[in-house]
């Protein structure tokens, strides 16, 4: 079986874990510091916070950027459901929407139309690693003095052109940027996240509310020379990382240059097995975006059948997944009013599939995705 993806860990990883382990200090520590402060010159922010995983990361950021119950917050039902979940978490509305079809993001010409006097934030994802117009977006939530949030759970290592310089996700081209280290996601850490952020106050606020609203932090408090008596002043929550975790994470982000690399080959490989299939819609990427591919996407016939071709596919020994789901189709969200129809997102999740794409993927792999791909969607 060709799995859809693979984590990239070996012994590196292994003995990461096992130095901290048998250190003695496990949870949230120097790991976790030394992790945030390495991603942080990664990806060319001025501050990072590490938490438990990217909803929580989400909620915090929306939680900092000022978002309250009654509010609502502009973002696209076409992802992973914490993107909208994290709003509601709030007790704020998320109002949907559509994509671009091009690329599977945020449509930004139809930003202003779902904008109200109760917006308070924009929550736009890089969808599948592959960056949103993020000119365009922050352009709109600057003309109206909104908060700008990055959902970029997947694309960690994607690049984004920016005043004619190809930067990083995460050196946040809005107010704050979320990521996430699930095993599906290119840099794992098993589970946990990260946000990051151009403001020195909102990160100082994360790293409280991510500890239970506690007023000094444990390494302070362990390392000090006199007795500290902490505080809890506000409503905070059980949102960090282990130190297990994050001494995992600093191997993987030495990897992720690498591991960028090898994926985009591999998905150039892709698109030249399956160019001649005409059929066929793949991803291009638009002049102002690099991505990472964490998935490849590929749009199928509108007369084949999803699930026939995905169970075609796994009969073959090669795994595959829908596309990206709506939000507004699951019954908590489904009785919400929408503010547009959904249609291109839609189409997505209906008409779409991800093949299967890590770094250990041989071109005999590839090969056998792609001819059984093209055999099962030839009409």
């Known amino acids: 079986m060709i799995p859809i993806i693979k984590p990239t860990l070996d012994e590196a990883e ?23 402060s390495e991603f942080a010159t990664f990806t060319g922010a001025s501050h990072a916070t590490a938490v438990s995983n990217c909803t929580t990361a989400l909620h915090l950021a929306l939680l900092v950027a000022g978002v309250k119950p009654g509010d609502e917050v502009v973002t696209v039902s076409h992802s992973y459901i914490a993107t909208a979940n994290a709003v509601a978490y709030c007790g704020a509305t998320p109002i949907f ?8 993001n ?11 006097a109760r917006t308070s934030a924009i929550l736009v994802v890089h969808q ?20 700008l949030i990055e959902d970029a759970a997947c694309a960690s290592g994607s690049e984004l052109l920016w005043d004619d310089q190809w930067e990083k996700i995460g050196k946040v081209h809005g ?24 403001h020195a106050a909102w990160d100082a606020k994360f790293k409280m509310l991510r500890q239970h609203g506690m007023s000094v932090p444990d390494t302070v408090r362990h390392g000090s020379a006199q007795v500290i ?24 982000l030495k990897r992720l240059p690498g591991i960028v690399a090898r994926r985009r080959v591999l998905a150039s490989r892709y698109v030249e097995l399956l160019g001649d299939a005409q059929w066929l819609g793949l991803v291009r990427e638009p002049s102002y975006a690099r991505t990472n591919w964490q998935s490849f996407c590929v749009r199928l016939p509108d007369a084949a059948d999803q699930r026939a071709v995905m169970q075609a596919m796994l009969d073959a020994g090669v795994a595959t997944r ?42 005999e792999d590839q090969q056998k995705v792609a001819s059984n791909l093209i055999e099962a969607t030839r009409l």
């Not at 990461?16 to 945030?36: C, D, H, K, N, Y």
């Not at 929407?97 to 599977?104: E, G, K, L, Q, S």
């Not at 945020?106 to 109200?116: K, M, R, T, V, W």
């Open 97 to 104: 929407v559509d994509i671009d079809p091009a690329t599977y």
């Open 322 to 363: 829908r596309g990206i789901m709506c939000a507004h189709r699951e019954d908590f969200y489904a009785s919400q009013p929408l503010c547009m129809p959904l249609p291109e997102s839609e189409a997505a999740q209906d008409h779409t599939i991800v093949l299967p794409l890590y770094p250990q993927m041989t071109d």
């Open 106 to 116: 945020i449509d930004p010409a139809l930003i202003e139309q779902a904008l109200s």
């Open 128 to 147: 599948m690693g592959l960056p949103c117009d993020m000119a365009a977006v922050a352009g709109i939530a600057k003309a109206k003095g909104l908060p």
């Open 175 to 198: 107010d704050v940027a979320c990521f996430s280290f699930h095993p599906r996601k290119i840099l794992s850490t098993g589970d946990g996240g990260m946000l990051t952020t151009k």
């Open 229 to 252: 008596f902490e505080t809890h002043p506000v409503l905070g929550y059980n949102y960090r990382m282990t130190d297990i975790q994050a001494a995992v994470g600093r191997e993987q």
């Open 14 to 36: 292994a003995e990461a874990a096992r130095r901290v382990i048998l250190s003695g200090w496990v949870t949230q520590g120097p790991e976790v510091a030394a992790f945030e």
